[in-house]
């Protein structure tokens, strides 16, 4: 079963936490990063915050050990696994930084489960500080959306896999979120597709102020207990109703074929 695209934003969805704030504030720079925060945007403030921590002596493996300490409910690993196993295509589009996630993924030994990690780039260079730079260049020229953040649109991202799928067979798109960026995607979202919002949550605020703009079915969650059950429900659901229209496509084929194998056979005339 290989219709279903699951796109998971990665901050209070797969983690309990923001990785960001996580790692400034384990590392005890909340103050610094607060008094700057008004200054610049916040993925040049994590750059710049990386550059101050570097410069107090916090190494990577500071940050790694801090990173491995991140808190995920217990029920997210299984719940990404069994969507895996479902034969989903899994992709994660997060507006936290490359360095961050596939530390954490590789901690929670999850790297191989998904097709790709749509965020901020950023590498550890020579003197051994982490650089992270936009997902979208906004220097260069400006993604256009209102809705988001100049370093990322995440509509951009959906609109992307979107036109990839559509060359396919019909897939159908489920997305989890919580955050205001994770709207605009959920806007682009068709009726066929399905948004996951965590309750009491930006988005789902946002979704429940004009719940019609919406297109995609909206399916609420609270923790990641019923995060892995709402999903894996969707999943199966798609996956039972896709089987009930290919077992009705063949049985048409099979009536077709026996209704002509029961047309009388034409009787050879005799010369
Ligand atoms: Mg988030
Ligand atoms: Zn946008």
Redesign the pocket.
């Known amino acids: 079963m290989a219709g279903i695209v699951v796109v998971f934003d990665f901050d209070k969805t797969i983690i309990e936490c923001d990785s960001d704030n996580w790692v400034v504030d384990e590392l005890g720079a909340t103050d610094l990063f607060n008094q700057l925060l008004p200054t610049m945007p916040w993925n040049s403030l994590m750059d710049r915050m990386m550059k101050e921590l570097h410069s107090q002596g916090k190494t990577i493996e500071d940050i790694v050990e801090v990173l491995k300490r991140t808190p995920i409910h217990p029920r997210v690993v299984p719940a990404i696994k069994a969507a895996h196993a479902l034969g989903c295509d899994l992709k994660i589009v997060s507006d936290a930084n490359l360095f961050f996630i596939e530390t954490i993924l590789k901690h929670l030994g999850l790297e191989e489960y998904f097709s790709e990690i749509n965020t901020n780039p950023s590498y550890v260079d020579e003197q051994g500080r982490v650089r992270i730079s936009p997902h979208h260049d906004f220097i260069k020229c400006s993604?256009g959306?209102s809705?988001?953040p100049p370093n990322m649109?995440?509509?951009?991202v959906i609109e992307r896999v979107q036109t990839s799928l559509s060359s396919e067979e019909k897939k159908k798109i489920i997305y989890l979120g919580d955050g205001s960026g994770d709207y605009?995607p959920s806007l682009k979202l068709k009726e066929v597709d399905f948004v996951m919002p965590r309750k009491n949550f930006p988005l789902f605020d946002l979704i429940c102020k004009d719940p019609l703009l919406i297109k995609a079915d909206i399916h609420e969650w609270t923790d990641g207990g019923e995060l892995e059950h709402i999903l894996l429900n969707l999943i199966n659901t798609i996956a039972t109703e896709e089987n009930a229209q290919l077992i009705s496509a063949a049985d048409c084929k099979l009536q077709t074929m026996s209704a002509h194998e029961a047309l009388p056979q034409a009787l050879p005339v005799r010369q």
């Open positions: 993604h959306c809705l988001c649109c995440k509509g951009v605009c």
